[in-house]
């Protein structure tokens, strides 16, 4: 799977400043202990409906978990 943008609006364009969807890669840096959010381009916002936040915040925590705390 290709980071950033995919020149998609699958809930419709949000506002003038919308780019689109966003292909993202989440990863737990064992090295550095951190977890790692990558999104392939800068981003200045971003926008998920309640299922996909829920399943955002499940994946965080899910590598965040691998970590050292």
Same mark, same amino acid.
């Given at each position: 799977?290709?980071?950033?943008?995919?020149?998609?609006? @699958?809930?419709?364009?949000?506002?003038?400043?919308?780019?689109? #969807? *966003?292909?993202? &890669?989440?990863?737990?840096?064992?090295? +550095?202990?951190?977890?790692?959010?990558?999104?392939?381009? @800068?981003?200045?916002?971003?926008?998920?409906?309640?299922?996909? #936040? *829920?399943?955002? &915040?499940?994946?965080?925590?899910?590598? +965040?978990?691998?970590?050292?705390?």
């Amino acid at each position: 799977m290709k980071l950033g943008a995919t020149g998609q609006f @699958p809930h419709g364009k949000l506002n003038a400043d919308d780019e689109g #969807a *966003l292909n993202m &890669a989440i990863a737990y840096d064992e090295a +550095a202990n951190v977890v790692r959010v990558d999104f392939g381009k @800068p981003v200045v916002w971003f926008a998920l409906p309640p299922k996909n #936040a *829920l399943e955002l &915040a499940s994946l965080l925590v899910t590598h +965040a978990m691998r970590g050292k705390l």
